[in-house]
C-alpha cells in the first residue's frame, strides 16, 4: 500500500506541474493577443544655416563665375558690368534652423590687398576713385567695383508660398574700397527676426560694375570673391 501511494503521489505531483507549465503557456498567449506597448522615439535637429550657388535643379555649382561684358583697350576709363546670381548660378540660402537671422555678404576672397590680375597685369577693385585713377591705398592701381543688391530678387525654394521672402531685405548698392573707410565686405541679402524659419530662398540679379583704368592692358582678368553667411 505504501508504495502505491506514492506512487499516486508522484504521479499527482507530474500533473500539478504539468497544469502550472499549462498556465504559464496560458498567460504567454494572453500577451500576445492583447499586444504590448512600446514607445518609438524619433529626433530631428536643427541643420545650419549655409549658402550656396545651385543651378535650376538645385545641385551646386562647382565653379561658379561671373562674366563681366567685354571691353576694348581704352585710353580712357571705362565700366563694365556683370550680373551675380542667374537662373543657372543662383544665390541660394538654407536656413534649416528655429533662427530666423542670418546675412548673406559677399567679400574678396584674397582680402583687401587683392587685385584683378590676368597673370601679367592689374588693376584694383577697392580704389575710392571714381574715374579709375589710384588714390592713396597699397597698390599703386585704379579700379572699382560697385556691388547692388538692391536690384536683386528674391525667391521663396520652391515657391514663395513655401517660403515667403517676409523679413528679407536686399543690401544697399556699395563699392567696396581700401582706404577709411574701408569696405571690405557688402551685405547681400539679410533675414531678418520675422523671416520664416525652416526655408530656402535664392537671391538673383545683383548688379556688378567694374571701373577700369584708363589704358590698362588687354587680357583677361579675373578676381575671385567668397560669399559667407553669418
Ligand atoms: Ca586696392
Ligand atoms: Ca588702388
Redesign the pocket.
Known amino acids: 500500500m505504501t508504495a502505491v501511494f506514492q506512487a499516486i503521489r508522484s504521479s499527482m505531483l507530474t500533473i500539478i506541474v504539468g497544469i502550472v507549465l499549462a498556465a504559464v503557456a496560458s498567460v504567454g498567449l494572453y500577451q500576445t493577443v492583447f499586444g504590448v506597448a512600446s514607445s518609438f522615439s524619433q529626433t530631428i535637429s536643427d541643420g545650419s544655416q549655409s549658402v550656396d550657388i545651385v543651378d535650376a535643379g538645385g545641385t551646386t555649382v562647382g565653379s561658379p563665375s561671373v562674366t563681366f561684358s567685354s571691353a576694348t583697350f581704352s585710353t580712357s576709363s571705362q565700366t563694365v558690368t556683370g550680373t551675380l546670381g542667374t537662373s543657372s548660378q543662383r544665390i541660394r540660402v538654407y536656413n534649416p534652423t528655429s533662427d530666423a537671422t542670418w546675412t548673406i555678404a559677399i567679400a574678396a576672397t584674397g582680402g583687401?590687398?587683392a587685385?584683378w590680375s590676368d597673370g601679367s597685369h592689374t588693376y584694383?577693385?577697392?580704389?575710392s576713385n571714381t574715374d579709375g585713377t589710384d588714390d592713396a591705398?597699397?597698390?599703386s592701381?585704379g579700379g572699382r567695383l560697385t556691388v547692388n543688391p538692391a536690384s536683386g530678387t528674391r525667391a521663396g525654394s520652391p515657391d514663395n508660398t513655401a517660403c515667403p521672402i517676409t523679413d528679407l531685405t536686399l543690401g544697399s548698392s556699395s563699392s567696396f574700397r581700401?582706404v577709411a573707410a574701408a569696405v571690405s565686405s557688402i551685405t547681400l541679402l539679410t533675414g531678418g527676426s520675422s523671416a520664416t524659419t525652416y526655408c530656402t530662398w535664392d537671391l538673383t540679379g545683383v548688379g556688378l560694375s567694374q571701373v577700369l583704368p584708363p589704358s590698362q592692358p588687354s587680357g583677361a582678368y579675373t578676381l575671385s570673391f567668397t560669399i559667407t553667411l553669418s
Open positions: 583687401s590687398t587685385t584694383d577693385f577697392n580704389d591705398d597699397s597698390d592701381k581700401e
